[in-house]
């Protein structure tokens, strides 16, 4: 049973999980009960994603890499295309030149 994930937490686990069950495949989630135990390691050391058919482990990773850029994409800074400004995410035009942010 191959370890195809680490999660930052058990949301993101659960998010992975339900995108491998979506996609036909079964996995578990480790160590979500060891979180409030131990204090001293990250939590990424912690929790982990394992793909119970190790067959479908191409396609697993193919579903996770997915996950991880749909997730990375609304969330990254953008940058000005008239004045190349950085800006925030949160922010939908640029804050320098009032240029409304680019369709991704
Ligand atoms: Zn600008």
Redesign the pocket.
């Known amino acids: 049973m191959p370890l195809i994930y680490r999660a930052a937490n058990m949301v993101e686990a659960q998010l992975v999980v339900d995108e491998l069950q979506s996609g036909g495949m079964e996995a578990h989630i480790t160590g979500s009960y060891l979180s409030g135990a131990i204090g001293e390691l990250p939590p990424s050391d912690v929790i982990g994603v394992w793909l119970l058919q190790e067959r479908h482990t191409d396609r697993a990773r193919e579903i996770i890499e997915d996950f991880e850029a749909s997730r990375k994409l609304p969330a990254a800074d953008w940058q ?1 295309a ?2 190349s ?1 950085p ?1 925030g995410r949160e922010f939908g035009a ?1 804050w ?4 409304s942010k680019p369709f991704v």
Do not use: A, F
Not at 96 to 99: E, I, K, Q, V, Y
């Open positions: 000005c008239q004045c400004e800006v640029c320098n030149c009032g240029t």
